[in-house]
């Protein structure tokens, strides 16, 4: 059981938009920034978005991200087959056991 | 180029030991924090510990703490992660990866299998 909690499958059809939700606590998502990641089968973990809403270098913009609250969201514009992937949410958390938490993840599928 | 290379992995026995390195090139090693990252087998990520850029801070999972010490030598541009008694649940891919919170580089992971 993680402590983020993200939607286990999302699809949408190709050139579409789709939305991922990533839903935590005051402990963590509440008074942190959140970051997302992007993982290709077979390949490690990428940077997708940082500090909230940041895109590192060579991330498209249609990649973009916002949070309000205790949640978090992945939005991605003009669906690609090869953006077909698992994505996961993290941050900071604060509590008693405090360390970095990953959302369980969600795995995108391009129709 | 920023490159994190890991070694290290491989099969082990339940309460054994293991070490396992991440040679960092490409940047300024001793200037950034670092983290070990593992995913098991068809699951998601889990954090496993974080080190600070002197080494002086340490942080770790619950699910490792008491069992694994993270260490890094700046000289030589390297983290490491000793494991200890390992169980079958610790059987993942483990990433180095950099940064404090934010995750921009990751090496590509070696296997730990934990099994009799």
Same mark, same amino acid.
């Not at chain 1, 060579?58 to 249609?62: E, K």
């Not at chain 2, 940047?27 to 001793?30: A, E, G, H, L, P």
């Given at each position: 059981q993680s402590v983020l909690t993200q939607p286990p499958s999302v699809s949408a059809a190709p050139g579409q938009k789709v939305t991922i939700s990533c839903s935590g606590s005051s402990s963590n998502i509440g008074n942190n920034y959140v970051s997302w990641y992007q993982q290709l089968p077979g390949t490690a973990p990428k940077l997708?978005?940082? +500090?909230n809403n940041k895109r590192p270098s *060579?991330?498209? +913009?249609?990649f973009s991200g916002s949070k309000s609250g205790t949640s978090a969201t992945l939005g991605i514009t003009g669906?690609?087959? *090869? +953006?077909?992937a698992d994505y996961y949410c993290g941050t900071w958390d604060s509590s008693l056991s405090a360390g970095l938490v990953f959302g369980g993840g969600t795995k995108l599928t391009v129709l | 180029e920023v490159q994190l290379v890991e070694s290290g992995g491989g099969l082990v026995q339940p309460g054994g030991s293991l070490r396992l390195s991440c040679a960092a090139s490409g =940047?300024? =090693? !001793?200037s950034y924090e670092m983290n070990w990252v593992r995913q098991a087998p068809g699951k998601g990520l889990e954090w496993v510990s974080y080190i600070s850029s002197s080494g002086s801070t340490i942080y770790y999972a619950d699910s490792v703490k008491g069992r694994f010490t993270i260490s890094r030598d700046n000289a030589k541009n390297s983290l490491y992660l000793q494991m200890n !008694?390992?169980?079958?649940?610790?059987t993942a891919v483990y990433y180095c990866a950099r940064g404090a919170?934010? =995750?921009d580089y990751w090496g590509q992971g070696t296997l730990v299998t934990v099994s009799s």
């Open positions: 997708l978005i940082y +500090d *060579g991330i498209p +913009d249609r669906l690609q087959t *090869g +953006d077909e | =940047f300024t =090693f !001793s !008694s390992l169980r079958a649940e610790d919170v934010n =995750f």
